[in-house]
């Protein structure tokens, strides 16, 4: 074979090795709970009840049978000028974890759960009001979903619980290149950080602490090696298109002289 042979060959030879090497995956890398059975049946040991948090955001309202006798514990701002319906005042947990009430005080509030709330504050109430009914809503429950997902970003949550898979569902869904089996969660307790990972190739992961999300967390899914390679090669690019200049001008050459 002559040498203008050889290297016609070698060079889409090598072109293609590069790309094979490149592109291929392991279905162990991108499929979810791969070690669930069909018709499997699988008991959640979760017992999932949100706490709140300092700086969380409260809208509470207390009624009862006589609106006049609950008027005084809810708070409202502006007037019903001009038509306007005023509007409830929210309640911000401040750093003792206390929430200033209205005729009550100061009601220490973080670390309860809303159930926990409602009861606490019925009794409290019990001197003044007679059955009365309190509605709490958490208004900043957000969820944060970073890194290899398709749509990144901080997402409302209108409910009060919310899973992982719920949370990259509205980021839709991991890139190609998502790290499955190394899946970050990120929480805040009242400032101190704590990190727990998630293996979604594994059925286990419906069991794990951090399977439903609380307020504020944060869910980053790291790059698997296909991202990091392909990383690394976008880096490079320059030297790979003076390689091809090269290839392509030698082969030139050598046809010409041939």
Do not use: H, M, W
């Given at each position: 074979m002559t040498l203008k042979r050889r290297f016609l060959a070698f060079v889409p030879l090598t072109v293609i090795t590069i790309l094979f090497l490149t592109s291929?995956?392991?279905?162990?890398?991108?499929?979810?709970?791969?070690?669930?059975s069909d018709y499997e049946t699988i008991k959640s040991n979760n017992s999932h009840t949100n706490k709140f948090k300092i700086d969380d955001v409260l809208s509470i309202h207390i009624s009862t049978l006589d609106p006049e006798a609950s008027l005084p514990f809810n708070l409202f701002k502006g007037s019903e000028e001009g038509g306007i319906a005023p509007e409830q005042v929210d309640y911000i947990i401040d750093?003792?974890?206390?929430?200033?009430?209205?005729?009550?005080?100061?009601v220490k509030i973080a670390g309860l759960s809303p159930e926990e709330t409602k009861e606490m504050l019925k009794q409290k109430?019990?001197?003044?009001?007679?059955?009365?009914?309190?509605?709490?809503?958490?208004?900043?429950?957000?969820?944060?979903?970073?890194?290899?997902?398709?749509?990144?970003?901080t997402y409302s949550v209108l409910g009060e619980q919310i899973t992982v898979l719920e949370a990259i569902g509205l980021a839709n869904d991991l890139t190609i290149k998502g790290k499955r089996e190394n899946v970050m969660v990120i929480r805040d307790f009242n400032g101190t950080k704590v990190y727990n990972r998630l293996d979604l190739t594994k059925k286990e992961t419906l069991n794990?602490?951090?399977?439903?999300?609380?307020?504020n967390d944060v869910v980053y899914v790291e790059p698997n090696k296909s991202a990091v390679t392909s990383s690394a090669l976008d880096n490079r690019a320059s030297i790979w298109v003076s390689i091809a200049s090269v290839l392509i001008t030698s082969t030139v050459l050598i046809i010409t002289r041939n």
């Open positions: 291929c995956a392991s279905k162990k890398e991108i499929v979810y709970f791969q070690n669930a750093k003792n974890g206390e929430i200033e009430f209205p005729v009550l005080g100061a109430l019990s001197d003044y009001l007679v059955n009365p009914i309190i509605n709490i809503r958490l208004k900043n429950f957000t969820v944060t979903v970073l890194g290899e997902v398709n749509r990144p970003g794990s602490p951090v399977y439903y999300l609380t307020q």
